[in-house]
């Protein structure tokens, strides 16, 4: 395959690699060695019990391995060179001032290289352990990702909403990037109307059968009065089930780049969980095969 003309990711398979700091380092070193551009990862703070839920339908549990993303992309700042990504920090469970001084400290130490993907989640359990409230959450994220741009950009701030009383305070040392980007996560018509509205760049997992929501996005930042050429779409694209089907061939997923690709989309990450991969190495020689079929140069 010809070389790709646009970016390709690798998400952080967290719970499938050991958690350990050396083979974290390892595998972020080695995809970045491949010429992957990015690295994402998930955020989830706390798992719920299956064993006391037998109708739980969550894809994760209070056995599933994450690292919180804030802390796992300082340690990687100073070992790599990659752009990181949130994907997605599940901002409305979490205090907007708080949010918004972790990530203006990751932007000084990983210079300039965030990206603050945000998304509302889905894990009511996980809303009650963080004190947040489950409700109105939609609308308290819209707020935060105002909130967050002013913190980001003014050295004292004022605010006196629903979700938010800032009365004449900043943070200090603002970040690099002024705001830093944020990207908008989620599948569902309100994160795209969300992310068409207030981000930076949408961030859905779509699959090849749903490409008329590549226009239907366009048509959207069109709508709310903005430059679809700006906003771009950064999608995931599965080698393992995930839930989204059965278990995929690198060559589906080669095929998959040069299709979106051709659909006008820019970047792209790759997702190797759930595919039957279990441990660093495993994981390690899925991305460079998929390296070496995109042509993607290091």
Known sequence: MASTPFRLGAYFPHTEIEPDAIAIRDFAQAVEGMGYRYLATADHVIGANRASRPDWWGPYDSESLFHEPIVLFAYLAGLTKLEFVTSIIIAPQRQTVLLARQAANLDIFCQGRLRLGVA???????????????????????????????????????????????????????????????????????????????????????????????????????????????????????????GLGPVRTVEAVAADVAAWSEAGLDSMCIYTMAAGLQGLDAHVDAFRRVAEMTGIKA
Do not use: C
């Open 120 to 242: 509302t989640g889905w894990n009511q359990v996980e809303y009650q352990s963080l004190g947040a409230p489950w409700e109105r959450r939609g609308e308290r994220l819209d707020d935060q990702i105002r909130v967050l741009r002013r913190l980001w950009t003014e050295q004292n701030v004022i605010e006196h909403t629903e979700f938010h009383t800032i009365d004449d305070a900043g943070i200090a040392p603002l970040p690099i990037q002024r705001p830093i980007p944020i990207w908008i996560g989620g599948n569902k018509a309100p994160a795209l109307r969300r992310a068409a509205r207030l981000g930076d760049r949408w961030m859905p997992f779509l699959k090849l059968d749903e490409k008329a929501r590549v226009a239907e996005f366009r048509d959207a930042v069109t709508a709310a009065g903005r430059d679809p050429a700006r906003i771009g779409i950064d999608n995931i694209v599965h080698l393992g089930s995930a």
